[in-house]
């Protein structure tokens, strides 16, 4: 069974930085693309960042390019989300994701964790 965990959540005011991890148990976690999405209040889950197993390639969302990074230590089973000058628009439940590829499509994940609350005030 595969669990994914995340921390670093909080709230920040515009213009200030977070990072969020996930710890993933499970002995394959090197295997598996990993991805970043959010959701705000009313809104669809929509794709933030994801990494290659490797941590060769990554890929961002045009919203949050240049202001967050996503990275992965496959020593420590964990995945991370540097976010920079965030914006209130950035507020949302920020969920990490594991798959047997990275993707930019919701529905190609099959492990979820539970999300972690990031607020961005004005």
């Known amino acids: 069974q595969v669990q994914l965990v995340e921390s670093g959540g909080g709230l920040v005011q515009a213009g200030g930085s977070l990072r969020l991890s996930c710890a993933v148990s499970?002995?394959?976690?090197?295997?598996?693309?990993m991805g970043w999405f959010r959701q705000a209040p009313g809104q669809e889950r929509e794709f933030v960042a994801a990494?290659?197993?490797?941590?060769?390639?990554?890929y961002y969302a045009d919203s949050v390019k240049g202001r967050f990074t996503i990275a992965r230590d496959n020593a420590k089973n964990t995945v991370y989300l540097q976010m920079n000058s965030l914006k209130p628009e950035d507020t949302a439940v920020y969920y990490c994701?594991?798959?047997?590829?990275?993707?930019?499509?919701?529905?190609?994940?099959?492990?979820w964790g539970q999300g972690t609350q990031v607020t961005v005030s004005s």
């Open positions: 990494i290659r197993w490797s941590g060769s390639n990554t």
């Open positions: 994701t594991a798959g047997s590829l990275e993707s930019l499509t919701v529905g190609e994940y099959d492990y």
């Open positions: 499970g002995p394959t976690f090197h295997s598996y693309g």
